[in-house]
Structures are given as structure tokens and as C-alpha cells.
């Protein structure tokens, strides 16, 4: 009875500090934890043997499993003769499910270990694996600028940067179902097996801090644990860098966080069902003292939660154990809230609480399918009443008292119902054949509720967006890999549209749940736009610009991209792409140019339009008409100094002639009678006023004697036009050709010529000289008018 | 009663200066506190993180100091899925903005090609900033190219 007294009192100490209590109760046993430390070694067989029969953790683990204590103790270490790097890598391939799940770790990582007094990689690789390295770099760290830290912490976007490509390219290489091994693998060969050595040593140091049975197993059954507990959670990161930072006292000072508690008890969970006798065995329980027994766990009602897979699909942090799940480990406080493996017990059909982002995708069904998930859950199909029922549920707490809908920011949802909303919500369905089982069903999986507006709940969001981030990259994967070099065929653009498109519908449910917050939305309407949905992407634009009016630059936003596309577009005519997109913002532009009561961009376009026409058509008649005007000036300036000119040029015309005619009747007043020779002193006057009119004067006298020779009679005036024409001959010609050069005169003798002409040829049966002389003056007046 | 009206404008002043991505870069993947960003047409990735640096941070002595650290971010690239991170030309310099430090270089990617960087540094006088990494592996970015990350 002492003996067991003190066994329980050591217990009790050793939880709290078990390396003192150790010391202090030497005598009493020794826990296996104690036997594995390295100072025991020598005297690991002899003390083993007694340790696996009186520690009582060791009585709930699987015999196979249990420390073998005819091996060395080595041998029974879980590192014991494995190559850590590709056991690892296959066995917590499920670390991170999620490539950005595991790219926020690293990131965390980075930033912490830039926080450390590192200096290359090596440094790093042995600041994640050796302990004594890491307390020396973090007592040394604390002295770099903030600039050197931002510097350092830039690494962060490098990873950022180049983790998704080398997750692609892991994913073209290994396929794409290969999830958590492609996200491992994006981390590079020198990142990995340092990471992976430290997750599993994370996990190592959780398992023996915290599971005291831990030590009691042998080398392979130790491995099988932490491959396990490794590869069916996610490890939180204050877990691991709590261990990082100060080894298994981080991992305790952590360990009051809900998130690592979470993982604590997951982690004993799967130790429990890896590690723990069959369930004979792991009802002899020690809570009250060795050898005392619990009663067997009750039968678990149907709507109790299944106890977890060992690598669930989608592990999440923060799901807490089920309240009613019972404790089956024999180990008393280590394990208090583990539920116990129920060997052949039925599956539950009804699958409890759902989560927040559970929550979050049921409020962002569409009617629809928020039937179709109600038939699913029920595992029946519902009548039209029904249906009809689940969604007039559904709008409990979005309708006021007169039935009509109430506007979006007065919704009640996930957390705002009343009482009243919720009883209501019940008697709808109850109303119309749902039992209490499955309306509970439906209210605790969320069918039959709705998300308030500006309930933003930041984890279910967050995995919404990842979904759609996913769907996104596995839309992707229907175009060929850039490094094929080739163009997308028909058949593979089409699948990636449709898969895209649904990429875009699950990035939608993100930013309804986001409240409409600008990057999950702007996500989900690049995403139509890229799967070709331009009107989709429209709707949720103008969605967003509707719901949040106020944020800051969206609007001005929207016309820069406008202005930035038609200016691409007008360079690159032919991408269609550019040119619907450019109509989408259009379009979002007008809506919201209505909204506002403004003038659309097509209207101001076409008011622009219509006023430069006007414009133009009233200058174009303003100038006609200035024109006009200055035409008929000039028109009748000119038309009155013409008239003036010619009114000056006419009297001085009159003048003028009057004077010539005056002149011409002076000169032909001159004019005498051509006298016979026989009358020297009248010839003689006669022929000088002949000469003189021809070589200077204006040859009117000339010409008024030679019309009185040609009027002479026949008789008489024959002899005196013979006489007329041989004294001109002697004074104007010689040798026949005339004496005068200059043209006017000429034209003088011509004219006094021709004057006799018709008369001497009709006188004369020869003509003679006169025509003969008539045309020599001619041909000197052509010669004359011809000369330069 | 002046002073805190006069500091209240400055407050709502300064914010105006605030840098916004231009808007042709569209949103990719998101890590913790690093969100990637695209420009399709110019081929060019941004990732950017909010910044913890002050307006007197970004110092000639600052930077001085940081290039004895370069060497650290050469080794720091084999552990995340880069190396040969090679710095090029730099750049300090005040505008209203705040204060910004420029730093172009190139890497080589896991895949093997090439890719240049244009880190950005970027704090202003009301502990705003940020920190951006401007990349491309299809052409050269240079310490110029900052001004196709903002809205101008």
C-alpha cells in the first residue's frame, strides 16, 4: 500500500516536473522516460525489464509495440538505423495538404530565422537541427537594423515568388493529386530534409512531452507514431517554434494556446489508436492507482463524433474534441479528452457542428443547391413543399414582419439569430416533415441559415479563398506547360474556361463571405474574366462598388483602367481578351455612373459628340457667314472702285478722244488736192505735207489727200493717181523696197497705199506698180513687227 | 488647440501619399503577409509585404551597413528555391512620397532561368510603406522600372 502511494505521488510530481521528481524518488521506479536517457544506458537492460512492468503507461501500450528490452537501448531509440530523409518525406507527405497552408509556415520560418543570428545556410540548416547552435544564434541575434531585417525578411517574397512555380512544376512532374508531396517538394532539396528533420523532431518532442507512454515504445512503433501524428495534422507554427526557440519548454510554454491544444489532443488521439493495446487492454486505467479500472466507455449516441481518421483528407487546426467524447487511455491526466477508438461501432450518420468555413460555403449556396446539399445530408430526396420549407429557413432573419426582404445590412445570420429567429426557423420545418434529427441536422450544418453581412469570420474565409486559389491552379493545368512551347487546342481552352468558370463561382462564395471585400472579389471577377465570363465578372464588379462605395480610389480606379485598356487596346487591336475586358469596365462604369444619376460614358460620349457637332455646324455657319460678309465687301468695294475707274477712265477717255479726233480733224483739215506737176509750188507744198504726215506726223493728212486722189473722176484722175503713186515711190522707196524702218510709219504708208489701192486696180487692166509696192511696205511691217 | 488641428491635417494629408499598386497587376497566390501580383501583359511579378521600416531607417548608413549583408541573402537563396542572388545597382532617394531605396539584380531560379529582381524599400514620414520584389524572367527590370509598380 506505500509502495503505491508513492507510485501515485511520483506520478503525480513527475507530470509537473519529471526530472526533479525522478531524482527525488529514485528508489521508487523508474519511468521509461527515465530509462531512455542517454546516462541510464548502461543500466537500460537491467532496469527495463522492471520499468515496462510497473510504469503504468507502459501497461496500455500493444505489446509488440512496447520497449524491448532484450535491444539495446539504441535500438529502441525511433532514429535507431533509418535514413531519415526519404522515410520522412513519404511519411509526413501530408504535413500540408494545402500548398499555401505550408508556404505560410515557411514564411513564418524565414521571418524567424532571420530574427536569429544566422549567416548562411548552413547556419540555418543547423539552426533547425542542432540545438546548442540554436540557443548560441538566438542569444547573439537582437542587434541588426530594421533596414538589415527587412532586408533579410525580403527572402519571404523570394519564397513567395518562386514557391508556386516550383509547386507547378512538382505538380506537372508528379501529377496533381500528389498534393502534399508537391507541396513538400516546391520547398527544394536543401529546404526539405532540414524541415522535414524538424517537423519530425517537433513532433518528437510533442509526443514525449506530452505522452508519457511515448517512451514505452519501442524504436519502429516510435517511428510509426510520429509519422503518424506528423502526417495527420497540421503542426501549429507556435509549436514548432516554441520547440525551435527553446526545445521542450517552448513546446509546454505554448501549449496553453487553443490552437496547439487542439493539436495536442489530436496528436494523442493517433497516438492512442497507433500505439495502444487492443481494448481489453486500454480499459485498465490508472486514474485511481494501478491496477484500478474504468468503466467501459458508453455506447456513443448516434450523434457523437466519429474519433478522427488517421490522415484525414483536409486536417484542420482549432477543431476541438468532442465534448462527449469518452476517455479510454489508461494513463489518467495525460490523456483526459481522448476519445476512444469505438472497434466496430457503427459509423455515425450524423456528422455534428459544422466548422466556421463549413459554415461560411453553406451560407454561400445558391437555392439550388442548397437543396441538393439538404438531400445529401438527409440522404432523401424532399418534396416541393419541403424544398420550398428549407428555403423560407434559410431567409429566417432576412425577412422583416410583412415577409418582404429587409436590405442586406440588417440580415441576422451565424451568430446574430434571436431565439425567436431560430424557433421559427424549427416550426417552418417541422411544418413540413422534417424530424428533430434532421432539423437539427440542417440548422447545425448551416442549410437552414445564412451569414450576417459584416460577420467576416477570418479562418472560413480563408479557406474559401484557398479553394478557390486551388481551383484556380487546377484550372491551369488544363493549358499546356509553358516549357511545351506550344498553343493551347480548342478542346484543352474549353476545359480550362468551364474550369475556370467554376474556379470563379467558388472564388464568388469567398467574397460574399468576405462581405464584399475588395481582393476576394477582385479575384473572383479576374477569374470570370479569365474563364471568358465578362458579365459575371460585371456583376461582381459592380457588386463591389455597390456595397462598398467608400473604398478609396476604387472609382478612380476604374477609370484608369479604362483609360490604361483603351490605350492597350488602340496598340493591340486584335486581342479580343483586352477588348472585352475593356467592355466589362465599360459596362461597370455606366452601371455606376446610373447609380449615381450621372450621365454614362457612352452618353457623355454621345452628349460630347452631339455638342461638337453643334459646335461645328454653328461655326461652320458662323464662318459661311462671315465669309459671306466679307465677300460682299470686297464684292462691293471692288464693284464701286470698277465703277469709279471706269467712270474716271471713261471722261478721261472722252478727253482724250475728243483731243485726238480734234488733232485727226486738224491734220485732216491739211489736206489739199494733189496738183499736176505743172504746178511746181502747189506740188511741191503738197508732197511735204504728204512727207511730213507720213515720217512724223500721225498720217491723217496723208491719208485725207490720198482719199481725194482715189475720189478723182476717171478722167483727169487717172493721170494724177499715176503721178500720186511714182512721187511716193521717189520718196519712200528704193530699188522697190521701202526707205522706212520704223513700224509706224510704215503702217502710215500702208495706210495711204491701200487708201488709192482699190481704185488703181479697178482702173487698170495690169495692176502695175502699186501693188507691188503695197506689198513690199507689208512685208517690212511683218519684218518690222517680228524683230525683237 | 492649433497644434493638434494642424497635426490632425498632416495626419489626413500623409495618407494621400500612400503608394498604390498600379492597377494592371492582378492578385496570385497569398502567403503569410506576402501577397504575389501579376502583370500579364508586361511580364512582370510583384510580391509585396507590408513594411516595418521608419522614414529614418532608410539611411545612407543604413544601406551601408545592409551590403555588408549581402552575402547572407547569396546563401539564404539555396534554402528557398533560388541562388546566385546577385545584387546590381542602387538607389537612394526622398521624394514626397518618403524615403526609397532601389536595389536590381538577378537570380536563378530552381527551374534554372535567369530572373531579375528590383527590390523596393519604401517607408514614408507616417510609418507607412512597404516592401516590394519586382521580377521578371523574361527581360531585365532596372532600378527605372519603379515607376511601372505604383499608380502614378
Known sequence: ?788 | MRLTLLLCLVAIALPAHALQLDQRFEMREQFDGVTNFEDVHRELQVAVSPTELRFEDINPQSIKELQAVFQVKKEFGKMFGFSDWTPGRQQLFENPQGRFFLLEGNYKSNQGKTVYFLEIYHADRAKGGGEYLVTSDVKPVALEDWKKVFTP
Open chain 1, 1 to 788: 500500500m506505500r509502495t503505491l502511494l508513492l507510485m501515485l505521488l511520483t506520478l503525480g510530481a513527475l507530470w509537473a516536473t519529471p526530472v526533479r521528481a525522478q531524482e527525488d524518488c529514485e528508489t521508487c521506479y523508474t519511468p521509461a522516460s527515465r530509462i531512455m536517457l542517454p546516462s541510464m544506458e548502461r543500466q537500460f537492460s537491467d532496469l527495463c525489464d522492471i520499468t515496462i512492468q510497473r510504469d503504468p503507461g507502459c501497461q496500455g501500450i500493444e505489446e509488440s509495440k512496447r520497449l524491448r528490452c532484450n535491444e539495446t537501448q539504441r535500438q529502441n531509440r525511433a532514429w535507431s538505423g533509418h535514413q531519415p530523409g526519404q522515410r520522412l518525406l513519404s511519411c509526413v507527405r501530408r504535413i500540408a495538404t494545402d500548398m499555401l497552408q505550408l508556404g505560410d509556415m515557411i514564411m513564418k520560418l524565414i521571418k524567424f530565422l532571420v530574427g536569429s543570428f544566422i549567416r548562411n545556410h548552413l547556419d540555418m540548416i543547423s539552426f533547425m537541427t542542432d540545438a546548442n547552435f540554436r540557443a548560441e544564434s538566438l542569444r547573439r541575434s537582437g542587434n541588426q537594423s530594421r533596414m538589415m531585417m527587412a532586408f533579410l525578411n525580403g527572402a519571404t517574397r523570394n519564397f513567395a515568388r518562386e514557391f508556386p512555380i516550383n509547386y507547378r512544376a512538382e505538380q506537372s512532374r508528379h501529377g496533381a493529386f500528389d498534393v502534399g508531396g508537391n507541396s513538400l517538394r516546391a520547398l527544394g532539396t536543401t529546404l526539405l530534409a532540414p524541415f522535414l528533420k524538424m517537423v519530425t523532431d517537433s513532433v518528437t518532442a510533442i509526443a514525449q512531452s506530452q505522452i508519457e507512454q511515448f517512451q514505452c515504445l519501442n524504436g519502429q512503433a516510435k517511428w510509426d507514431a510520429i509519422c503518424s501524428m506528423a502526417a495527420g495534422f497540421i503542426l501549429p507554427p507556435a509549436a514548432i517554434f516554441g520547440f525551435l526557440k527553446y526545445g521542450i519548454a517552448g513546446i509546454k510554454a505554448v501549449a496553453v494556446s487553443k490552437q496547439t491544444q487542439s493539436f495536442m489532443a489530436a496528436a494523442r488521439s493517433t497516438f492512442a489508436r497507433v500505439a495502444t493495446a487492443p481494448r481489453a487492454a486500454a480499459r485498465t486505467v490508472t486514474g485511481g492507482g494501478r491496477g484500478a479500472t474504468r468503466a467501459p466507455p458508453a455506447p456513443r449516441p448516434a450523434a457523437a463524433r466519429p474519433a478522427p481518421a488517421a490522415a484525414p483528407p483536409r486536417p484542420r487546426e482549432g477543431v476541438p474534441p468532442a465534448p462527449d467524447a469518452p476517455a479510454a487511455l489508461p494513463e489518467g491526466r495525460a490523456v483526459p479528452d481522448v476519445p476512444a477508438p469505438a472497434a466496430g461501432a457503427p459509423v455515425a450518420p450524423v456528422r455534428g457542428v459544422a466548422s466556421a468555413d463549413e459554415l461560411a460555403r453553406a451560407a454561400a449556396l445558391s437555392d439550388e443547391a442548397r437543396i441538393v446539399e439538404a438531400q445529401t445530408l438527409l440522404g432523401r430526396e424532399l418534396s416541393e413543399s419541403q424544398r420550398t420549407a428549407l428555403l423560407d429557413a434559410h431567409n429566417v432573419g432576412r425577412r422583416g414582419p410583412d415577409g418582404q426582404m429587409l436590405p442586406e445590412s440588417e440580415w441576422r445570420g451565424y451568430g446574430t439569430y434571436t431565439a425567436e429567429d431560430i424557433a421559427q426557423k424549427a416550426r417552418i420545418l417541422a411544418d413540413n416533415g422534417f424530424d428533430m434529427a434532421e432539423r437539427r441536422l440542417l440548422m447545425d450544418r448551416g442549410i437552414a441559415g445564412g451569414i450576417a453581412p459584416g460577420r467576416v469570420d477570418a479562418d472560413a474565409l480563408r479557406v474559401l479563398r484557398r479553394e478557390a486559389q486551388e481551383a484556380i491552379v487546377e484550372a491551369e493545368r488544363h493549358l499546356p506547360a509553358s516549357y511545351l512551347s506550344r498553343a493551347a487546342n480548342p478542346a484543352e481552352l474549353v476545359a480550362f474556361r468551364e474550369a475556370t468558370g467554376t474556379a470563379g463561382e467558388i472564388a464568388e462564395r469567398a467574397a460574399v463571405a468576405s462581405g464584399m471585400e475588395y481582393y476576394p472579389t477582385r479575384t473572383a471577377w479576374e477569374t470570370f474574366e479569365k474563364a471568358g465570363r465578362f458579365d459575371d465578372a460585371a456583376r461582381l464588379r459592380l457588386a463591389f462598388m455597390r456595397a462598398r462605395p467608400d473604398e478609396a480610389g476604387m472609382a478612380s480606379g476604374i477609370s484608369y483602367e479604362i483609360r490604361s485598356f483603351e490605350e492597350f487596346v488602340s496598340r493591340n487591336p486584335t486581342d479580343i481578351v483586352a477588348r472585352e475586358r475593356l467592355a466589362t469596365l465599360r459596362q461597370v462604369d455606366d452601371a455606376l455612373r446610373r447609380d449615381q444619376g450621372l450621365p454614362t460614358r457612352a452618353d457623355t460620349e454621345r452628349i460630347a459628340r452631339e455638342a461638337a457637332r453643334r459646335e461645328a455646324t454653328e461655326k461652320a455657319a458662323r464662318e459661311a457667314a462671315e465669309r459671306e460678309a466679307a465677300e460682299r465687301l470686297a464684292r462691293e468695294t471692288a464693284e464701286r472702285e470698277a465703277a469709279e475707274a471706269a467712270a474716271r477712265n471713261a471722261a478721261a477717255s472722252t478727253e482724250t478722244e475728243r483731243a485726238a479726233q480734234a488733232a485727226v480733224a486738224a491734220d485732216r483739215a491739211r489736206a489739199v488736192d494733189w496738183p499736176s506737176t505743172a504746178n511746181a509750188s502747189a506740188y511741191d507744198r503738197a508732197a511735204r505735207l504728204l512727207t511730213d504726215s507720213v515720217r512724223t506726223g500721225n498720217g491723217e493728212t496723208a491719208a485725207a489727200i490720198a482719199e481725194r486722189v482715189a475720189r478723182l473722176p476717171f478722167d483727169g484722175g487717172f493721170q494724177k493717181r499715176t503721178e500720186f503713186i511714182r512721187d511716193l515711190e521717189s520718196n519712200f522707196f528704193r530699188g522697190g523696197a521701202p526707205l522706212a524702218t520704223d513700224l509706224a510709219e510704215l503702217r502710215r504708208l500702208e495706210r495711204v497705199l491701200d487708201t488709192v489701192e482699190p481704185v488703181w486696180n479697178a482702173e487698170r487692166v495690169q495692176p502695175g506698180k502699186l501693188p507691188v509696192l503695197l506689198d513690199s511696205v507689208r512685208t517690212a511691217i511683218r519684218a518690222a513687227e517680228s524683230a525683237p
